[in-house]
């Protein structure tokens, strides 16, 4: 049954790719929601899953290559987008949900001016004047601290930094004030610095001070210290995700824990809950497993 205090709720969601090799399965049955107001992350490694479910959301992926299982629920604003036309499905984009992708340069047009790509999306979806789009489209790069913004609105995406490119991206998801804003790593041209399986949810505090599974201690282990002026070499993550085309009849995780037992090969876990919001799938979760010590453990040796 829906929350209506729920702006997005997501619910077994299953997207595979359809490959020369093989169906892919991308994502498998992941389910969340959102509530209004809210921040929600979603914290993994490279190719984990993390922007094909973003992608899924705002139906960007195309078929027949991509599909997204008709078992599939997203529900926006109490709305069915699993059910929308193509009309309907381009006004859910920028009117309630905007995007900051990952790599601007493949985003943005090359052939269009900045200012205009801006502009277009302010025309449409807020019915702007080109004059008023124009001076609103400046207005929203100089809240994304775009120098000069005035003449960089008439620049070319090849005409401005990776940083710069990422500004106007993000730029261009506000400009609708959109009701849901999905940012996948959007920092990263601004920085230098379990496949389709969620084994771990909570709030920010549980994740960070209260995490129980393998994966998380291991995600957490490999962020460096604040501080810390030591040389000592970060912690990386041993080996590579499962093969999606592949059926996963056992933890997604089980190859590369080093807390793996016979029975994680043999099954996946069925999730705990250990608070309202509290959420772990993992057979250390289970009264019969031993006991071991945890990332938390470690970090006060």
Known sequence: ????????EVENLQVSFHTYAGEVKAVRGVSF?????ETLAFVGESGCGKSVTAKSIMRLLKPPVAEIK??????CDEKD???????????LRGDEISMIFQD???????TMKVGKQIMESLMLHRNMKKAEARKEAIRMLKMVNIPSAEKRVDNYPHEMSGGMRQRVMIAMALACNPKILIADEPTTALDVT?????LERGTAKEIFYESKHPYTWALLSSVPKKGDASKEELYALKGTPPDLILPLN??????????????CKEQNPMETSLSDTHK????????KAPKVKSFYDREER
């Open 1 to 8: 049954m829906e929350n209506k205090e729920n702006i997005l």
């Open 33 to 37: 929601s959102l509530s209004r107001g």
């Open 70 to 75: 008709p078992e599939s629920k997203i529900i």
């Open 81 to 91: 987008v699993m059910k929308m036309s193509g009309k309907e499905i381009y006004a």
């Open 104 to 110: 601007p340069m493949t985003s943005l047009n090359p």
């Open 194 to 198: 379990i496949q389709a399986q969620i």
């Open 250 to 263: 056992e933890c997604p995780f089980a190859s590369r824990c080093e807390y793996c037992m016979e029975i």
């Open 280 to 287: 772990v799938s993992c057979w250390l979760m289970y009264p």
